[in-house]
């Protein structure tokens, strides 16, 4: 069974940063494309970055390099580090393995 299991969120200050992790069974993490999503309260879910099986990754134009995502393939850990954390960060962040399996999120508030 595969399934994907969020953690790292929390609140934040404006300015910090935070690592999310995504700890994965039942798959190897390193034979799929993976990818962070957001949702935030009363929108649509969102695209952050995604890495594909042979490492390429991807990021949402609204990113503007203080997001990273990555994977430990020995680990089966996929991450996503975020600097710089501003309030309309605030979400729930969902890790997705392609096609269609999905975490259940973490939740990130940065606020004062």
């Known amino acids: 069974q595969v399934q994907p299991v969020e953690s790292g969120g929390g609140l934040v200050q404006p300015g910090g940063s935070l690592r999310l992790s995504c700890t994965v069974s039942?798959?190897?993490?390193?034979?799929?494309?993976m990818g962070w999503f957001r949702q935030a309260p009363g929108k649509q879910r969102e695209l952050v970055a995604s890495?594909?099986?042979?490492?390429?990754?991807t990021y949402a134009d609204f990113v503007k390099g203080r997001f990273a995502i990555s994977r430990d393939s020995a680990k089966n850990i996929l991450y996503l580090q975020i600097y710089t954390l501003k309030p309309e960060d605030t979400a729930v962040y969902y890790c997705?393995?392609?096609?269609?399996?999905w975490g259940q999120g973490t939740q990130v508030t940065v606020s004062s």
């Open positions: 890495i594909s099986s042979g490492g390429s990754t």
């Open positions: 039942g798959i190897m993490i390193r034979t799929r494309t």
């Open positions: 997705k393995i392609e096609p269609f399996f």
